[in-house]
T-cell receptor, first 117, second 115 residues
C-alpha cells in the first residue's frame, strides 16, 4: 500500500510569489491535514480537509489556503510569499472517521521543503 | 489552550545507554498522547501511542506510560542503538468533536547515539 505522497520535494521561490503544494493520501483515507515545520516554531497545524470540506483550521493568515478534491488529494496554496514562510510543509492522512473511542492514526508524508528567497 | 512541553536536548548517548525524554502536557478533557520519530530528510513516523490514563504504549523497545496525575508521557528505552538517532516529538490530540486530525506537538528532542 503506497504511503502519503507529497510533491514537489523541494521548492525555491522569491518573496511575493505564490506556491502550490500537493498531497496524495493513502488509498481509502479521506482526511488530509497540513502542518508547517520550522526551527523557530516547531510543528504547527495549518488545516484539515475531509470530503472536500475544511473541517479544522489553525492560526495562520489568510495567505495560507487549501482545498481537497473528490479523490481526496489535497493542495495547499501560499500567496504573497514571505521569507518567514520558508519551512518544511508536511501533510498527513487518516481515515477521518469521527467515532469515539477511536484508533485513528495520522500517517505523514516526507514533506515539501520550501525556501523563500 | 492545549500544549505539549518536552525536553529540548540535544541528547547524546552511548550505544546501550538508557534513554528518557520527558514530556508533559496541558489539555482539557482526556487527550490521546503520541510519540513520533523523524529521521533526517523524512516525515514523521508514529512510534507509539496511548489513549487513556495508565495505558502504556510500546514499540521497538520504546515505552511511554500515560500519567494523568502528573500530566506526563515520558519516553524510555532501556538500551539505545545508533539507529535510534533521530528527532523525537511528543504530541497530543483532543479526542472529541471534529478534532481527530489535529495534533499539538512539542518542540522535538534531537537524539544522537554514538557507537
Amino acid at each position: 500500500k503506497a504511503g502519503v505522497t507529497q510533491t514537489p520535494r523541494y521548492l525555491i521561490k522569491t518573496r511575493g510569489q505564490q506556491v502550490t503544494l500537493s498531497c496524495s493520501p493513502i488509498s481509502g483515507h479521506r482526511s488530509v491535514s497540513w502542518y508547517q515545520q520550522t526551527p523557530g516554531q516547531g510543528l504547527q497545524f495549518l488545516f484539515e480537509y475531509f470530503s472536500e470540506t475544511q473541517r479544522n483550521k489553525g492560526n495562520f493568515p489568510g495567505r495560507f489556503s487549501g482545498r481537497q478534491f473528490s479523490n481526496s488529494r489535497s493542495e495547499m496554496n501560499v500567496s504573497t510569499l514571505e521569507l518567514g514562510d520558508s519551512a518544511l510543509y508536511l501533510c498527513a492522512s487518516s481515515s477521518g472517521i469521527l467515532q469515539l473511542p477511536t484508533n485513528e492514526k495520522l500517517f505523514f508524508g516526507s514533506g515539501t521543503q520550501l525556501s523563500v528567497l | 489552550g492545549d500544549s505539549v512541553t518536552q525536553m529540548e536536548g540535544p541528547v547524546t548517548l552511548s550505544e546501550e545507554a538508557f534513554l528518557t525524554i520527558n514530556c508533559t502536557y496541558t489539555a482539557t478533557g482526556y487527550p490521546s498522547l503520541f510519540w513520533y520519530v523523524q529521521y533526517p530528510g523524512e516525515g514523521l513516523q508514529l512510534l507509539l501511542k496511548a489513549t487513556k490514563a495508565d495505558d502504556k504504549g510500546s514499540n521497538k523497545g520504546f515505552e511511554a506510560t500515560y500519567r494523568k496525575e502528573t500530566t506526563s508521557f515520558h519516553l524510555e528505552k532501556g538500551s539505545v542503538q545508533v539507529s535510534d538517532s533521530a528527532v523525537y516529538f511528543c504530541a497530543l490530540r483532543r479526542d472529541r468533536g471534529s478534532t481527530l486530525g489535529r495534533l499539538y506537538f512539542g518542540r522535538g528532542t534531537q537524539l544522537t547515539v554514538w557507537p
